[in-house]
C-alpha cells in the first residue's frame, strides 16, 4: 500500500503530539493520537477504496476528501480499522445534496451531524445503543467514530467555529456523535428498515440535530396521553422547524424500550404512531406574539393545506418527519428528542465493509 499524503514529523512523546495538533489546528482540544503510516494503513486495509480515492468534497471550504485523508483523521480519533467503513459512509449519507451539509456546516445555528448506526456491527464495534448511549455509554465506537467525522469537518472541509462555521453556541455533539438503535428491544422495524435497508446490513442514518432535548414522565399509564405530551413538547414554539417551510427536517425521537413497548401495544405499526405523534404537534397560533403570527401566515404555516385548523401551527407537514428510534437504558421514565436544523432532510449509506485482504 503506498501512501501519497505529506508527511510531517511529529513528536513521539503524546503529550507532545497533542500540543503540536492544538498548536496546528487540527485538534478538537481532546489529545489524538499520532497518525503514523502503520496506523494509517491498518484503517485503510477495511476498504475497497484505494487510498487515493476521492470519496467526497467536504464543505464549508470544499476540501477534496480523498480515503487516505479521512484514515488520517480516523487514526487518530482512534477508530478501530473494523470500524472504519462506517466513517466513509457517514460521509457519504451527509454529502448527499439533500443533508445540506454547507448551510450545517457555516450557520449560526449549533447543528452538526448525529450518526445513527443499525445492523450487526453495533455489539462487535462498540456502538453503544443502551444505557447512556448519547454520552457516558464510553462505546469505542462511539466515541470514535462520531469524532472521526468531526475532525474530517474540521481538517478537510475545513469548519471553524468562528471563522468559517458562524455557529453561536455549538454543542457537544461536534466533538461527535454516534449511537445505535436497540434493535432487539424494538417492537418495530429498525430505521435502517424503514429507509429501505435490510437487516443484516450495517447502515448509517445521519442526522442534523441541534442537540438533545430531554423529556421524562412519572406520571401517565395511558401510552396515548404520554405520546400526546410528547408531541407537545417537540412542537416548542422556538424549534427551528418552526422558522421556516414545514416540509423539511426532521425530529428524531429516541424512546427507551419499556416506553417503546407501552406504545407498541398501541400502535403496533410505527405509521401509525407517526401520525398520531404529527397530529398532535402543533401549538395554537395565539401562543406566539401578534408579529410572529403575522410571519407565520405570511409563511403559509398556520393550518392543514387542506384549510382544516386554521388556527394552529404544525410543527411538521408529514408524519414520516417525526422518526421514532428505540435505544437507551431500561429506566422507564425518559424520551431523548434530537431536534432539526430544518433546512435539511436525513441520509443513510450502507457501510461497506469488506477488507481488501478478503477479496
Known sequence: MTLTGEQVEVPADPRAFHTLSLANGWGDGAPLLPPTDDAVEAVLACTRHAPDHVLCVLPPEYGVATVELIATNAAMAGVQPEAFPLVLAALEALTTPEWNAFGLTTTTSSVFPMLIVNGPCRVPLGIDHRAGCMGGAGGRGSMTIGRAVALCLRNIGGQRAGDTSRTVFGQPARFGMCFGEWEERSPWPSLAQRRGFDAESDVVTVHGGKGTFPLADIHNDDPRDLL????KSIAYPLANMFLGNADNGEVVL??????AERFAAVFADITDLQSYLHEHAWQPLDLWPAPNRDILETKGRVGLRDGVHPDRVYLAARPDQIVPVVCGGLG??????????GESAMQSARAQAVPVASQ
Not at 254 to 259: L, R
Not at 332 to 341: D, E, G
Open 228 to 231: 400526546f405530551l410528547l408531541a
Open 332 to 341: 422507564s421514565l425518559h424520551a431523548i428528542a434530537l431536534p432539526s436544523f
Open 254 to 259: 429516541a424512546v427507551n424500550p419499556m416506553w
